[in-house]
């Protein structure tokens, strides 16, 4: 394997501080971090004024591979997270078929292991009757339970499928939590609106806060690892903040951060997503809940629409958006307007996914992690176009905005993969590795 060597960057410590530095790659490996390095090394980034991070671990992504490859495929979507500074992705069930077995699993690992760029992990995917699957198949991340907002199998909402997959197991459980029947009851409440802002008041607070203490009741009460995937409101923050486990954690989307049911007003169906973006109020409670550690850690739920799709009109409108390349500087930029710090944006991006997923030798800018790393700009800034997209959709929710702290550079595994706008296709990611 080529060595790599990074000189003079700017390299960022877990608690926020930066130092100029080298970093030498070796065997997959980071081998070396020194104010000055004389050595050599296959090949060299000269990195002055860019910034050096872990890569992100972006663990919600839709890569639509099997069954929609038109939207996104694993190949894609790699290399849009490759651009977006994202070194590894854990990829959900809820393809066609989903990835509910062994089968369907491997499958999918062979597929990334053909075309993927970056890392790479699956979840596996709960049905009312695959407990011996969602339990004994293997590499996966964890379970994944779609509490509500799914279609066909992938629905668990009785409580007697949901008690016996907690009660049955150690594997992490991650939860898309928000309850169905509430769901089903308020279309029926709203059935006629055909205003985009009316899917905000389908699924409401109310509707994630249910499913919320359900999986909460039921984490308790086996003990049992519990991830609380795209956590969405204030509410939900605050039942965290009065009883979390120590083996409970969740997520928040940069959506539900930076994203208001006052921007149905320019983006339409394409702010649509589930759950979907909420108030002010639940903004502000999102971002008090990443400062305080009530809410662990990024994601994006990376799920990919056409536009023309998205502009078919509600309610035919399909729920998702793109992130994967995009999250990265959406973030930067909110730290470079002090709304988070540098330490934040690595606990809540490279660390804390780690961490929460038991992912090996990532996550981390030590000497013997794995070199997975990124060198951005945060001097200048440009604005989010769809034209530049890496997606297969082509666009952002986030078109003209100007960001900051655009990856130059992404490493995967000590190579190359993204280098100033071109990406090195011959690059392969490896399957992630958990531990115990």
């Avoid at 080298?22 to 090394?41: F, H, K, P, S, T």
């Avoid at 839709?62 to 977006?84: C, I, M, N, T, V």
């Avoid at 923050?237 to 951060?257: D, G, Q």
């Amino acid at each position: 394997m080529p060595t790599l060597l990074i000189r003079n960057a700017r390299v960022a410590r877990e608690d926020g501080t930066v130092f100029g530095g080298d970093v030498y790659c070796e065997n997959g490996l980071i081998a070396r971090i020194e104010g000055q390095l004389d050595i050599e090394a296959d090949e060299s980034i000269d990195a002055s004024g860019l910034l050096l991070l872990p890569g992100v671990i972006d663990p919600q992504v839709h890569f639509r591979e099997p069954g929609k490859e038109y939207k996104e495929d694993l190949g894609s979507g790699s290399r849009a997270a490759a651009k977006g500074g994202v070194t590894s992705f854990l990829e959900m069930p809820n393809t066609d078929p989903p990835t509910t077995n062994q089968a369907a699993l491997d499958d999918k690992l062979a597929r990334a292991a053909q075309k993927c760029v970056v890392n790479y992990g699956f979840f596996i995917g709960a049905t009312a009757d695959n407990l011996a699957e969602i339990n004994g198949s293997s590499p996966a991340c964890g379970i994944k339970i779609f509490m509500g907002s799914s279609t066909g199998s992938l629905l668990v909402d009785r409580e007697e499928d949901l008690e016996r997959i907690f009660a049955n197991g150690t594997r992490l459980i991650a939860v898309h939590a928000e309850d169905e029947a509430r769901i089903r009851e308020r279309q029926r409440k709203f059935a006629g609106r055909t205003d985009p802002p009316v899917h905000s008041e389908i699924r409401d607070n109310e509707c994630a806060l249910r499913a919320t203490e359900r999986a909460l009741a039921l984490s308790r009460k086996y003990r049992r690892r519990l991830h609380i995937l795209h956590m969405s409101t204030r509410e939900e923050v605050e039942l965290l903040r009065r009883n979390k486990p120590a083996w409970v954690t969740a997520e928040v989307v940069p959506n539900h951060l930076l994203l208001n049911v006052d921007d149905y007003q320019t983006l339409g169906t394409l702010a649509q997503m589930n759950p979907p973006i909420r108030t002010s109020a639940d903004n502000e409670a999102l971002w008090q809940g990443l400062h305080d550690g009530v809410v662990d850690l990024i994601a994006t739920d990376h799920a990919p629409h056409t536009l023309q799709e998205k502009q078919a009109g509600y309610p035919k409108s399909p729920s998702g958006m793109p992130g994967v390349e995009t999250s990265l500087p959406l973030m930067l930029t909110e730290m470079v307007n002090d709304r988070c710090t540098l330490a934040e944006v690595q606990r809540w991006m490279c660390r804390g996914p780690a961490e929460a997923y038991r992912i090996v030798n990532k996550g981390r800018l030590v000497s013997g992690y794995d070199a997975d790393l990124t060198l951005v700009d945060i001097e200048s800034y440009r604005p989010v176009r769809n034209e530049d997209m890496e997606t297969r959709v082509h666009w952002s929710p986030y078109a003209g905005k100007p960001l900051t702290g655009w990856p130059q550079y992404t490493i995967v595994g000590g190579q190359v993969v993204y280098e100033r706008g071109r990406i090195r296709e011959h690059v392969r990611g490896k399957a992630l590795r958990y531990a115990a």
